[in-house]
């Protein structure tokens, strides 16, 4: 496919699984009747990012209550539904996880992040690996439209992961994520936009609505950048459907303009 | 040392060697006085941007007349200098190299760019392999002040090669660059910054003043980032000293708060 509208569903996270769980759906049909043929929920779109709901909001893949909802969803409006993330149990241990879906409502993929966000700044400390589990994959997802690649918000710090992807054959990373009020004004869209140059890809940034009230206060701001490393999508901080418009010709051209994937020097690094 | 000032030395580049070598000299010796330790100069800073000129301006190390200058001046002012990059001949080859100098007027090191800029923009195609041959080692260098990486132009295109500079000590990245008027406003600013975060170093963009009427038109905007991504110094295009000020105890402290370098999963890359 040569293009495709991509809707990123800025919705409000609640510590009511239910009212999340509805809000996602309606966002993802609003976003299919808006023309949209792949869908991107944020990060903990389920449940609130503190660790006292991660344990108790986390579901069983493949029959909890927030697969099903997707699955569904994506069979309804016919559409890609990237899930955002939502905590994952997996015996003991809790995933930060995100779950793909198709068109038909078939699970294509997930993605468990993989670099925990453990960080203490001057005005804000999270230790998120006190409650859970990093995954152990770094693999792209195919799905009708194109490959994408996941990485789960702190994921996108590391520049080796969006390369992995990148060179796995994703054209499109999707970055669910709750960047905050420190980190969200000074990296969250230089990290988005230097990730496309780099690999030459699209990059997604889906965050959260803002809550001034909630525990952790997430920046919002989800964006779109091209693989020029331009910004073709943004919003503030409130809730809304943000749509980008993914062109992979555009992407061809650009890698065969400023052939940087051919000129990695692999035999030095 | 905690910190130290560094000047960026923004100079006009002509196709007179004599005139360039003087230019650098002055500009060297003016931010000497202006207080600084360490002094940069831009990529190709003794000869015109352009394949008629690089095998003519070549020189042998370490005999040649800009590597005297450097190091007659570097002794002179008393500060350590990268020589931003010339063309270095090496038997039937010539190498995009820069040279750096200790106060006491000693070679230090040597980066010869490795990932030769080949691209065939719409607006804008060069080759620098048709006339120049990469460098095969990617070495920090240390000087009194700290350890420094040296990344020229088209190498800050790629996220491995400052990594593997961090990995093996630099702290401050210096690119002498010169991007010109299609990737500089798209990507110039953008890479520096990002190489900055991701690896929580400084990073020091060096360019030539913009000779509009050149073959090849520089962008200039040297530019300073810091270890959180923050531009701490910057400049237009026209001729001049830019100084930053290094603060090695704010990268300690960037590093130990959000400690990205310890959390890559060198197990999954």
Redesign the interface.
Known sequence: MAGFKLGICQMPVTDNKGTNLATAREMLLGAARAGCVVAVLPEMFNCPYSHKYFHQFAEMAPDGETIGMLADTAKEAGITIIGGSIPERDGEHVYNASFIFGPDGRLLGRHRK???F?????ALAFRESDTLT?G???EPIQTPETTFGIAIC?DI?????V??LTLKGALVVVVPAAFNMI?GP??WE??L??RA??NQVYTVGAAPARDPGASYVAYGHSLAADP???IIARTDEKPGLLIADIDLEFLSKVR?????LK???TD??
């Open positions: 993989v670099h925990l453990d960080v203490e700044l001057e990093p152990e994959d770094i702190y710090r590391f520049p080796e992961l390369r992995t980190t000074a990296h230089l990290l936009r230097a140059v780099d020029w490393g331009r065969t303009e400023l052939p940087v000129h990695r020097r030095l690094f």
